[in-house]
């Protein structure tokens, strides 16, 4: 539970890719809908360890929705994202939305991991 | 594997925070630090059940920072959050940045969970 140095990723470790959507609430539901197609091509891929799609409680939230997945490297995810069948569902996903839709992916490594405190027994 | 119905969510089942940080790429490893510290008063929350920072790998993402939580209930995370010794830490975050920081937090449900599909064996 250390902040670790910055940059320590390199293209053979684990890493998380998160994507913050900006997207209208009312179109959240379509939006996630045309994703889990989309993320049907993923799972066979190797190096592929699973992903989840968050959609906020409140429609009053800057992010509706919030893709967070785990590659077990950097080349992994390259590769799988660089099929062809992906990149067509992604550009017909943007043609399809009736509203523009907002996306800002990126690589990620974890900095900090807080696990909880063991808890301590009820005196008595 | 499905799309859940939306707003899914009620105060007294498992919800997901995530914080977007807005924030330089030079400033990401400070911030992440005091995020640390801030974090350590959570860990003996009740309901809380792990949070990881993450920070892009590249200086060019636009969210340097991503916090993501989970919580047992909205009812737990809002009690965590209310500890005036949090919000201390919080404000004092805010006032301690050399650059301002947009944060956007919210809570979130899955709304689809992808896993690795079973790796069929080498035939032979």
Known sequence: MTVHSSRAGSPDTAVTFINVFEVDAGDAEAVAAQWERRGELMRDKPGFLGSRLHRARSSDSRFQLVNVAHWESQEAWEAATADPAFQRGTQEARDDAAK?????????????????????????
């Open 100 to 124: 523009p839709i907002t996306v800002s992916p990126a690589l990620y490594d974890v900095a900090v991991d807080l696990t909880p405190l063991p808890q301590s027994e009820t005196p008595g």
